[in-house]
């Protein structure tokens, strides 16, 4: 009966066999690593074709581990995206062209203007008959017959005074829709560094488990030849495991953020694409008193809020412009049937004959008193509102740049220590394993921490770039929220946390 040979010696024979995988694999992390960033992508991007035409990518079967007993780790596509390559102004042009709150906003200029128009015209005449002395005795001997014309003019210029109420209604509104526009583009920007940001992470994401499943492949190897234990492969298994849930998480919240981008475009239909951009290129570097100084002159909302005072004082003047009467005309021509006295023998008629009528309105008892009152009153709160307006955008404006300042520290450290660091960690454990003096498992590790540094770095960096956004328009939010709907108090969807995250 013939004797096995020990382990050990099946080692020791194996060791040259295993020395030379070791380098192949860091040979291919080596090459893999340092290839340019648009081989990755277009090796990312190609699809093998399956061997069996009947059979899709997705049907293929699961490969069993034959030391392990488990699935081996199933290579996941990279989806790759549909349509052209977009910019961010190519987004904002298709939003601004696609999203209906900018349409209201713009209706409602219309409408204000009408309100302008309508409130300066003279009201319409009056035009009638009127007849008397009616007497059914000797009707063709008595009745008159008349025929007028009424108006109402007002005085003191109230219908001048009227329209620069609903001029400043007008400016009320073009500030309205100044505002929504950079609601939309402020939403829109916001998405597309959090889309980059998405698309950057898939990337990454893909990266690793494609590292992941080739660890997964030369474990297997070394398990076969004695080179390796369960525990060392059940390990990199889970590495790969937790690699490709990364993936599938990473194409989900891409997935998301496409589609908050296509509502906030107006196209439910669109469909991912390559987005075009850098996030970690000029970033953006913001001075706090120059910002505030042009968030308080050229906000919109105190743009608004002091077109609310002309307009409050536009309504005073028109409530003292009450007081003034309203000349009141008729005139008319008619014809008198009676008999004129002095030719009464001759039986003559009075025959036509016309009628003038002028009339004011006292103002004795009613003088407004009540209505300029109230106007005075809602002249005071307009006053104040700019007032609360500013201290609400100041308040939010610490906030934000609070926010923002945090979010440049963190990015900054992570671009200047904390990655570099990382990737001299992975590289000192890849030269320590290329040596023999490292396990492959302890490479792994650093490598996952590599990664992941590099995921906390593209987060830090989209959280920088969407704060920028916030400070530099006007700190409004609320790319879908109807127009004087105050949506400039809520934040995006989804964005929120992120802006709030000091990380």
């Known amino acids: 009966m013939p004797f096995r040979q ?14 030379l995988a070791g ?9 893999f690593e340092y290839l340019p960033p648009r081989t990755i992508r277009a090796a990312q991007q190609e699809k093998p074709l399956p061997s069996n035409p009947q059979q899709s990518p997705q049907q293929a079967p699961t490969r069993k581990d034959e030391h392990t007993g488990h699935d081996a780790a199933t290579p996941a596509q990279q989806p790759a995206p549909t349509g052209p390559a977009l910019t961010l102004a190519d987004l904002e042009r298709m939003a601004l062209e ?25 009201p319409n005449p009056v035009v009638g008959y009127a007849g008397e002395e009616f007497a059914f005795r000797a009707f063709s001997d008595k009745s008159e017959h008349i025929g007028f014309i009424e108006q109402t003019i007002p005085l003191g210029g109230k219908l001048r005074k ?10 009320q509104a073009e500030q309205e829709t100044a505002a929504q526009k950079q609601r939309i583009l402020n939403g829109v920007r916001m998405l597309f560094y959090q889309a980059l940001g998405a698309q950057q992470l898939v990337e ?49 919240e891409r997935d998301q953020v496409w589609q908050q981008l296509a509502a906030v475009i107006g196209n439910p239909f669109l469909k991912p694409a390559h987005l075009v951009g850098e996030l970690d290129k000029q970033l953006p570097s913001l001075d706090q008193a120059a910002l505030l100084s042009q968030l308080l002159k050229e906000s919109p909302e105190v743009k608004r809020a002091q077109a609310g005072i002309e307009r409050a004082k536009a309504s005073v003047t028109r409530a003292k412009a009450e007081v003034a009467p309203d000349l009141f005309l008729r005139g008319g021509l008619g014809y008198n049937r009676e008999l004129l006295e002095k030719e009464i023998a001759s039986n003559r008629r009075t025959g036509p004959e016309a009628q003038v009528e002028v009339g004011i309105r006292i ?10 009152a109230a106007a005075g009153a809602e002249l005071d709160v307009a006053e104040r509102e700019v007032r609360r307006v500013e201290l609400v955008l100041r308040a939010r404006f610490a906030a934000a740049y609070r926010t923002y300042l945090n979010a440049l520290r963190v990015a900054t450290q992570y671009e200047q220590r904390i990655v570099p660091q990382a990737q001299s960690a992975y590289d000192l454990y890849r030269a320590n394993f290329r040596q023999m003096s490292a396990s492959y498992p302890q490479v792994l590790i650093s490598q996952r921490t590599l ?13 920088l770039w969407q704060n920028a956004v916030q400070l530099r328009g006007f700190l409004l939010n609320g790319a879908l929220d109807a127009p004087g709907g105050g949506g400039e108090m809520r934040m995006e969807s989804g964005n929120a946390q992120n802006n709030e995250r000091d990380n």
């Open 6 to 19: 020990p382990r050990t010696a099946r080692r020791a024979q194996a060791a040259p066999a295993l020395r």
């Open 98 to 122: 696609g999203n209906p709150t900018l349409a209201q906003a713009e209706a409602a200029i219309r409408a204000a203007e009408g309100r302008r128009v309508q409130a300066g015209l003279l």
């Open 363 to 372: 103002p004795l008892f009613n003088r407004n008193q009540g209505g300029i």
């Open 204 to 252: 990454v994401r893909f990266e690793l488990a494609k590292l992941a499943r080739e660890a997964v492949r030369i474990t297997s190897e070394l398990f076969n030849v004695g080179q390796a234990d369960r525990p060392d492969a059940a390990q990199i298994r889970i590495e790969a495991e937790r690699a490709e849930l990364d993936l599938i998480m990473a194409e989900n």
């Open 451 to 463: 990664f992941q540094v590099r995921v906390e770095y593209v987060q830090a960096l989209v959280n």
């Open 162 to 171: 009227s329209r620069a109420i609903f001029a400043q209604e007008k400016v």
């Open 23 to 31: 380098v192949f694999i860091l040979i291919f992390t080596t090459v």
